[in-house]
DNA sequence: AGTCTATGAATGAAAG
DNA sequence: CTTTCATTCATAGACT
């Protein structure tokens, strides 16, 4: 499952990709989400979550994409010892 | 009294979580595991290798996840200019 | 004591 | 979705 092509197709630009450093204002306007029920924000919410993010800082989808993706998932395997 | 350092202005997620120590004992254990060819166990052995490992202390299982991901990847890379 | 260095921990990004 | 890779942050321990 392919939800969004974030590459293009084929790589052919070395893209420096800088990682993205989510403020604490982000994060919780993300858990809040992600609280809220919405553990996979479908492709139309993408936009409109995004604009709401970039009040703070510029994101791209691919950045909350991965979030999503990450919260998920290490919240189910709940690797952590404590947190 | 919390030393919470800030990282260039920006503040960065309060927890104070105490790190793992490992012993030599246990080092051993893990680098004959890792050197066995195990480089990323499973996430099934991952809990037979703590049980193994708790004879000399407590350890949890992300304590084994972090340390196969660190011993794998800078095993790689001789150490970049230590941060 | 201060400074390095090694490494535990964390997580964004990406691969499979 | 699961797993792996890469980069970063924080700090214990070694060294001076």
Redesign the pocket.
Known sequence: ??PIS??GGE?RTP?P??????RPEQ?RILEAIFNSGM??PPREEIPRIRMRLQEYDQV?D???F?????????S??K?????
């Open positions: 499952m392919q974030f590459r790589e893209d990709k800088p990682r993205w450093n989510p994060i553990v996979n791209g691919a950045n909350f991965y979030w999503f993706q990450n919260r998920k998932s290490r189910k395997n690797l952590r010892t404590g947190h």
